[in-house]
């Protein structure tokens, strides 16, 4: 069983336990969808971290540090300042709890960091590795880690076409850009290619949808939570585009009961925070988030099974 701690036995542990259990046994998770081989999980379905696994690997847990750090690379002046505080919003109603901060933006020339022209896309890219050292280095002790966000695409050294993103768990830092995840980047590109002509422009529904996505999912690993085998998840590897695009935004019951252990969270109040933002009331729009509808109807959803168990009456008040 991939969630059953039997080393801990308190009376509140057991009905948290209980709670994760009847999650499993329910309709709410569906399975990881295949599709072709080319799919991550093909060959990792026997890769599993299991919440015992998760706890004997975690340190944090322990830890004091209380926040989650964006760092933007690149101009998010105009709609980048409203992408930020969307992603901003749906971090705090993800990592329940959890304050996030958004660092102003660098420019990645400021940070010493090497940039090149991709030959096949004729676009300008950005030398991940060079970002994170520079996390590395300007990290802040009180924070859980330190994550930098960009329009520009990466790349991790010469001989690789690109990277979505590149993280270092030792040091709680990482990197990852939205340019593939914009309608206008297979498009041609500007005669005078520089890193100057990347700001977000248009926040789309999809661009929203996809960064709010795959900056849970990188943060997940922060947490030290592997890629999920059990169900369609948020924390589902992913090898392409077509297959992260296919990946839930909610964590299945043994994701959460890794981040629940280590957030200490009340499940129905994190539930409550995330539907406030599918609905809007968390921002001061509604435009791009037509996305996100089905996953307000999934948490709401989620929210009645909690009721049904009779959650809120069972957990009741408890330190934190
Ligand atoms: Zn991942
Ligand atoms: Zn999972």
Redo the contacts with the bound molecule.
Sequence with gaps: MALRDISKTSRHYRIIESIFVSMCNSKLFNDIAVQDENDWIVNHQSDEQTFNDWCKSYSVVKSTKSRICIQPIGDFSGPGQKLLSWLQSFCSAFYFGVQVAVLPPVSASKIGCKCRINPETRRCQLRATDIIDHLKQTRKPHALCTVAVTMIDLYPKESWNFVF?LASLTYGVGVFSFARYTDTFYRTPPAKESTENYMCSDITAKLLWRACKVMT??I??MFGI??CVYHNCA????NHLAESDRRAASLCPICLRKLQEALKFDLADRYGALVKFCEGSLTDSTTPLSEFADYGEWLKKALSFLESKQYKSQVGKRPR
């Design positions: 993103g999912h990188e997940g690993h592997k890629h924390m589902n590897g992913s």
